[in-house]
């Protein structure tokens, strides 16, 4: 299980994170909405040990990311796609997504290479295996940035608006695989703006205001009028996502 | 009564001094990476008390001239430690530190030039500090730092006349002697000007043809 409990982070005096608490089960996909700046991102830096948090705690598979010697095995435990896919630009695509397996956990490079040229067929790119991140499109490259945390297999998969820097095209691209990966059973917890893709892959979606936690609702319950929809402040984001 | 003609041993001694000055230009540049690199990766810890310290070093020797810390450590430190301090050995200490300042600025911004949000991936997939060192950051800051580098041997190299102030028998040194026998000051600077001239192209040269191959290898810049 993926605990987040009372979490609290604070930027100068800006309070970000206000008590958040969170649980997500194997098999889940949460996913978190809300408007720019109410802290998602933030959140998800935590989880994966990015940011330290200033109160309460983060256990992945009961290893607590705010202990130093507890944070590495936390982190082998997730795997993040990042937004703006922070691919390695001086590596192959093959070598970004063998570095962590290799280094991390000490697998043997000719399987970890294996793996990693099927993960990439199973994305459609098994021509790009020797390419560098710049001379790929961007949804290719967030491809490669969902192989590189799949190879490390990770028990939570945190993806953090990995379609906002693509087109149309692209972004569909990318969540084909991210709802193929939801049959699969793959646990996520999932920032986006993408309310119907949201809608059609989530078990569960909690909405954040101003770095609170407002709402965590099953998928069904959070779309109806007595739910979600009956919170303001849920009902004029949903509006306004729906017409842009 | 003096002997004024240029002489064929009067080669021999230019390439001594030529020698000299190499030596000292290959050991001082040597010592002064491996220190450069060292406070750079240090910085990259953030090791408390010692990087401050560092950054203070190196801003004292970047913003002093180095024929002052030549003074300072061959006239000042024998009287202060009590210690025999050489020509040679007071050259090479100085040239080294300010090499060594150098190195450190630029190791430090060829680190800072690698992007922020690689180095936060590599780290949340759970590699450490030194494996982002090695694998992320180095092989990036390489390709960034060899075109300074280069510019900074270059200038290095020239610096090392002045040691030929304390009485080391460098290149500059041979030339000031000759030019005091013979009393041909054009042909004996222009003479000593074209050695320094050729060693500086040579680096120059060197340094350019590893540019190219980290560049070719950096091609994954997308340019
Ligand atoms: N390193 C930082 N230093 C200072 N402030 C920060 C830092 N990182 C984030 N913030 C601030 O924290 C707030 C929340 O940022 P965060 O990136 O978590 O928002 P978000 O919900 O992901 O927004 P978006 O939908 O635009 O990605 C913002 O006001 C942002 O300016
Ligand atoms: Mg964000």
Redesign the interface.
């Known amino acids: 299980m993926l605990i987040v409990e009372n979490v609290v982070k604070a930027f100068g005096s800006l309070v970000v994170l206000d008590g958040v608490s969170l649980t997500v089960k194997p098999g889940e996909v949460v996913t978190i909405l809300g408007s720019s700046g109410s802290g998602k991102s933030t959140l998800i830096?935590c989880i994966?040990?990015?940011e330290k948090l200033d109160a309460g705690r983060i256990t992945v598979d009961d290893f607590d990311v705010t202990k130093p010697r507890e944070l590495?095995e936390a982190?082998?435990r997730?795997?993040?796609v990042?937004q703006?896919f922070?691919?390695?630009?001086?590596?192959t695509a093959l070598s970004n997504i063998t570095?962590?397996p290799i280094?991390?956990l000490k697998r043997p490079r000719a399987e970890a290479e294996a793996e990693a040229r099927a993960l990439l067929a199973s994305v459609g790119l098994e021509d790009k295996v020797d390419v560098?991140?710049?001379?790929l499109s961007g949804g290719q490259r967030q491809r490669v940035g969902i192989c590189?945390?799949l190879a490390?297999k990770p028990r939570y998969l945190l993806l953090d608006e990995v379609t906002s820097a693509l087109d149309p095209e692209m972004t569909s691209e990318v969540l084909d695989i991210l709802a193929k990966l939801a049959r699969d059973g793959t646990t996520m917890v999932f920032v986006t703006h993408e309310i119907e893709f949201a809608r059609r892959i989530s078990d569960r979606i909690v909405f954040l205001e101003k770095g609170k936690l407002i709402t965590n609702l099953p998928t069904a319950e959070f779309f109806s009028a007595a739910g979600g929809l009956a919170l303001p402040r849920v009902a004029q984001f949903l509006s306004k996502m729906q017409k842009a | 009564m003096r002997y004024t003609d240029f002489t064929p041993y009067d080669l021999v001694l230019l390439a001594q001094g030529l020698g000299v000055t190499l030596w000292v230009f290959l050991v001082t540049t040597a010592i002064g990476v491996t220190i450069g690199l060292v406070w750079g990766i240090v910085r990259f810890y953030r090791v408390p008390v010692l990087t401050p310290v560092i950054s203070f070093v190196s801003e004292f020797l970047k913003n002093s001239p180095v024929l002052v810390q030549l003074f300072l450590v061959f006239f000042g430190v024998p009287g202060l430690l009590h210690v025999d301090m050489s020509p040679i050995l007071a050259a090479t200490i100085t040239l080294s530190a300010n090499t060594a300042a150098f190195i450190y600025v630029i190791v430090v911004s060829a680190i800072e030039s690698v992007?922020r949000?690689?180095i936060?991936?590599?780290?949340?997939?759970?590699?450490t500090r030194w494996?982002v060192l090695r694998?992320?950051i180095a092989?990036?800051a390489v390709?960034f730092s060899a075109g300074p580098l280069t510019a900074l041997l270059v200038n290095q190299l020239q610096v090392t006349s002045l040691i030929s102030v304390i009485g080391v028998m460098d290149l500059a040194k041979i030339g000031a002697n000759l030019n005091l026998r013979t009393l041909k000051p054009f042909l004996v600077w222009t003479a000593v000007g074209a050695l320094y001239y050729v060693s500086a192209k040579l680096i120059a040269l060197i340094g350019a043809r590893i540019e190219a191959r980290l560049r070719a290898y950096?091609?994954?810049?997308?340019l």
């Not at chain 1, 922070?86 to 590596?91: I, T």
């Not at chain 2, 936060?120 to 590699?127: C, I, K, T, V």
């Open positions: 830096r994966n040990g990015i590495a982190r082998k997730s795997g993040t990042f703006l922070n691919l390695y630009p001086h590596m570095l962590a280094e991390v560098y991140p710049a001379q590189r945390a490390m | 992007g949000d690689q936060e991936a590599a780290r949340a997939f759970g590699l494996q694998h992320i092989p990036q390709a950096a091609a994954f810049r997308g």
